[in-house]
């Protein structure tokens, strides 16, 4: 057995900077743990108290920014650095080359060089040439909104949210600004509404960090005026976006949980940073973005009247983010394999636009066959199945592609029950491109994707030659004879 990879997220949040960079490196430590990584969050000291909850993933506090100190703190090699940091660049992604397998940067300012082997940008609209000349023609470069790093309970809340946006009256506004509202924008947005007389029209629950700015004040005006419940360090984000009828926000990184959960927001600028995306999205019409608390109430007034308005942001935004940027980030952390003809095999997430080609696979006769289920699914079923299984935070669904051809799909299921990192495989090769080894390079895909899981193949009675497949991939039959198992 080999030990788990090790990755390590670099990045700092604190009562000045905020705590996006922070928040958006979780969500992939999220999916990396999932995953069977060893994963730990290092930054400057402060930024544990400016987080909402305690990460779930060790924290490695950091006196500086050097190379050095952040190699002391982890005390040997790992397989993968995440940098997450306005302040760090090439000069000190080459300095952690000495004890770094990979490095992949998460940046949305594209304004200085990075040396890194893969760089993740979530800004809507974003183009691989605005990074021409800043990173190293080798790397990898995952652009746009498809890749916002976004936790999976919002995913897990997406269908419900969406279900809501369908004209019905706006009660709930969710005002949330961001961990640290050093300007203490909130508390003047509170007063804002108040003699506007809006905060009679909602029931309004605000959300502020536990190092933002102004909380004194904003308990005060919770205990005065109706209608105002005030959440300091809220732990369930994706509960109270998906329970909203409408928000006013800053334009950071919450901005891609609301727009996953179609929640029609008012976008209040509040950061230089955040301009570029408030004005992409703007002017996709999945936001209103302001830059000042009197445009921030008269758009939201008029957002409150408009159903029609709302439901049409709210369809707008749903299809900026989808939620699952996290693993489509780990899917192209996978190695690549080869088939038996030496045809490049690789994962890439599958979307609602490969239903038609998965159900013609399903029905194959050769599918059947082997299939738990053996009646062929009608269309309806098929649509619905696969629905489910897109919006699933505990499913890795994949689509093998060899040579850029889609061949199959590789699907992993999160077994609960059976621990934090116990995944299913389950295998579906085109029925004309048997015998080409693709299977056997799904299987050495999966470990590349799941790299410390443990993984468990169901084989029904009599399917030989799946059998021998996972066996000769490293799968032992446990004392349920159908079941195998691959250990880490």
Not at 128 to 139: C, F, I, M, R, T
Not at 251 to 258: I, L, V, Y
Not at 371 to 394: F, G, K, Q, V, Y
Not at 425 to 435: E, K, N, T, Y
């Amino acid at each position: 057995m080999s030990a788990a990879p090790r990755a390590v997220l670099r990045a700092d949040a604190s009562s000045t900077m905020g705590i996006g960079h922070a928040m958006r490196c979780l969500a992939l430590g999220e999916v990396l743990s999932m995953a069977g990584w060893q994963v730990a969050l290092s930054g400057r000291k402060e930024t544990i108290a400016a987080l909402p909850t305690p990460p779930a993933v060790p924290f490695l506090p950091l006196e500086d920014c050097g190379a050095g100190t952040l190699e002391a703190a982890i005390g040997g090699a790992i397989d993968l650095l995440v940098v997450d940091h306005y302040g760090l660049g090439a000069e000190f992604e080459q300095d952690c080359r000495n004890f770094a397998r990979r490095i992949l940067v998460v940046d949305d300012l594209a304004d200085r060089a990075h040396d890194c082997d893969i760089l993740v940008d979530q800004t809507f609209g974003r183009e691989g040439s605005d990074y021409a000349g800043l990173v190293p023609e080798s790397a990898r470069l995952l652009m746009g909104s498809h890749y916002a790093l976004v936790r999976g309970q919002f995913l897990s809340k997406r269908a419900a949210a969406i279900a809501r946006r369908d004209g019905r009256p706006a009660r709930n506004l969710l005002i949330s600004l961001g961990g640290a509202d050093p300007r203490n924008t909130t508390v003047a947005l509170v007063d804002a509404l108040a003699a506007a007389g809006l905060l009679g029209d909602c029931c309004v629950t605000v959300v502020a960090g536990p190092a933002a700015g102004g909380l004194e004040e904003l308990r005060e005006r919770a205990e005065r005026l109706a209608g105002i419940r005030l959440l300091v360090g809220a732990d369930d984000m994706a509960t109270l976006t998906a329970e909203a009828d409408v928000a006013i926000g800053a334009a950071g990184s919450s901005t891609w949980e609301r727009c996953a959960l179609g929640l029609p927001t008012v976008q209040l600028v509040i950061a230089d940073n955040q301009r570029t995306i408030a004005r992409n999205l703007s002017a996709a019409g999945a936001v209103t973005a302001v830059e000042n608390v009197a445009d921030a109430v008269t758009a939201l007034r008029r957002l409150l009247a408009g159903a029609g308005t709302r439901q049409v942001m709210a369809a707008r935004a749903q299809a900026v983010c989808d939620g699952r940027g996290t693993q489509r980030v780990l899917a192209a952390l996978a190695d690549c394999e080869q088939s038996a003809r030496g045809g490049a095999l690789n994962l890439r997430l599958a979307e609602s636009a490969d239903e038609d080609l998965i159900l013609t696979w399903q029905r194959a006769p050769e599918t059947r066959r082997f299939a738990r289920n053996p009646a062929i699914p009608t269309p309806e079923e098929h649509a619905a199945w696969m629905a489910r299984r897109l919006l699933d935070p505990d499913c890795l669904f994949t689509i093998i592609e060899e040579d850029s051809v889609s061949v199959g799909v590789l699907r992993l299921d999160r077994m609960r029950d059976q621990g934090e990192s116990v995944w299913e495989v389950s295998i579906l090769v085109d029925p004309a491109r048997h015998g080409r080894g693709i299977g056997a390079g799904a299987l050495r895909l999966a470990r590349n994707l799941l790299p410390g899981a443990s993984l468990i193949a169901t084989v029904l009675p009599g399917n030989h030659a799946s059998a021998k497949l996972f066996e000769r991939a490293g799968y032992t039959a446990t004392s349920d004879a159908s079941v195998l198992i691959a250990c880490p």
